[in-house]
């Protein structure tokens, strides 16, 4: 029996976590390709944009999530009617932030810019500017990709989903090439390449309704109304995972541009977009357990939701303890993919920045874990809570504080006593909240 359990946690999670992966590749290659092309100051506009395509990203992630979650549920429980109208729901909302933000795309993308942190009248800004419009006209996509996603793996096909994602990825690098080098566009360019190679993910996940297995149905349109409070709120613990990451990446762009301008902004770029790409393979392993943890918990197993959770933790001390690894001894190298003028103030801010800031990798796995797995067990207040604590509460205030105590390296260390505090409260909660509750009952059972 465990070594089934054991299979299917590896098909479920190797394929999400290289999906995650791949669909990340949006954002690292934009940010490579943007170095490469326009130099620090493309690099610092582009930081200051990201946050954006990070909410777009989140509000898919969150709705997708949330809906899936909920028709998991019921789709373990047979009624699969009710899980039909769950999926009309998730389309539904999905529409409604779409054209929220296709409005702003259209009328306000540069109150956006400067909302974000970047100057009127520099040049960062007019390609801030350019970036925002192009990514936020295109929101449907990114946000039809989320759920889609989202649905298919919970609907037991996750090589699809992962085959969309890896689409998309393979696709930006071409499209990046095409647009920024053949034919130079700018950050115009490098924002509507990420945005055509959407295109090619959704047509490609599209075709999973025309499969005869497939159970996912667009069903009553009655009583889906209703239904959006409880999709956010089952999905809001995942949005503000990303959402969190976005404001804090918002706030440092500002603290670092007050210290040194921006070469220190544009130096942040690199760690954030590195950061980004770590955070995806744990998000990939929460994300990829979900649906096991979901379907153990409908059906009050235990000792299975139990194994499929440890197996969890043990893939995230693995990816952290590589990926740091990785940063630390090849941090030189690492920047100088994006250091396209030799630039040795960038050099030493970027290098140093990540051998600090990456300690964080190490309790950021966990966390995220620790959230997905209550939004999973329908407890989305307590994984709320984690998010908070993480992407607000602790590191905010850190940030700020420690950069007119410590400067620089104060802003670097922020993130890392964030998550370190976080992971304090986190593991407690599980403590208390789940497992003297069901695991040493799980335990006890199998004894």
């Not at 920045?353 to 067990?377: D, E, H, K, T, V």
């Not at 504080?401 to 407690?428: C, D, M, N, P, Q």
Request: aromatic share 14%.
């Amino acid at each position: 029996m465990d070594n089934a359990h054991l299979k299917t946690f590896i098909r479920y999670v190797s394929l999400n976590v290289a999906g995650m992966l791949a669909l990340s590749m949006y954002v690292l290659i934009d940010t490579i390709f943007v170095a490469q092309a326009l130099g620090n100051v493309g690099l610092a506009a582009l930081n200051f944009a990201i946050p954006i395509y990070g909410i777009v990203h989140a509000s898919g992630l969150m709705i997708g999530i949330g809906g899936a979650i909920r028709y998991n549920v019921l789709k373990s429980r047979g009624e699969q009617a009710r899980a039909n109208t769950v999926f009309t729901a998730t389309v539904l909302l999905a529409g409604l932030f779409a054209a929220l933000y296709i409005t702003a795309g259209i009328f306000f993308h540069e109150n956006v810019a400067a909302l974000l942190g970047a100057r009127r009248g520099t040049v960062p800004f007019s390609m801030t500017a350019d970036y925002l419009r192009v990514i936020l006209l295109f929101s449907p996509l990114y946000l039809a990709n989320n759920v889609l996603v989202a649905f298919i793996r919970n609907d037991g096909v996750p090589s699809i989903a992962m085959k969309g994602m890896l689409t998309s990825s393979v696709s930006n690098i071409a499209f990046d090439y095409l647009l920024l080098f053949v034919i130079p566009l700018g950050m115009f360019g490098a924002a509507l390449a990420t945005s055509f190679s959407a295109v090619l993910a959704l047509l490609y996940l599209s075709t999973f309704f025309i499969r005869r297995k497939n159970t996912v149905r667009i069903g009553s349109p009655a009583g889906a109304f209703a239904l959006w409070p409880l999709i956010l709120a089952l999905g809001l613990p995942t949005f503000l995972v990303d959402f969190s990451y976005s404001a804090v990446m918002s706030l440092f762009n500002r603290l670092l541009d007050s210290l040194q301008g921006t070469v220190a902004v544009a130096a942040f770029g690199i760690i954030a977009n590195l950061s980004l790409f770590s955070i995806a393979a744990f998000i990939g392993v929460a994300q990829g357990v979900q649906p096991l943890l979901t379907r153990a918990y409908s059906k009050y197993d235990f000792h299975t939701l139990r194994k499929h959770f440890m197996y969890a933790m043990v893939v995230l001390v693995g990816l952290s303890t590589f990926g740091y690894a990785i940063f630390f001894f090849f941090s030189d190298a690492i920047v100088s993919l994006f250091n396209r003028d030799d630039d040795a103030a960038l050099q030493t801010l970027a290098v140093t920045g990540m051998r600090i800031y990456f300690i964080g990798l190490f309790f950021a796995a966990f966390n995220i874990l620790y959230s997905a797995f209550f939004a999973a067990i329908e407890r989305p207040r307590i994984g709320l809570v984690i998010v908070l604590l993480r992407g607000f509460l602790f590191i905010i205030p850190l940030a700020v504080l420690f950069r007119y105590w410590f400067g620089i390296e104060g802003v670097w260390s922020s993130f890392v006593l964030a998550e370190l505090l976080t992971f304090v409260v986190a593991y407690g909660l599980f403590i208390v909240k789940f497992r003297r509750r069901y695991v040493l009952r799980a335990e006890h059972t199998t004894s």
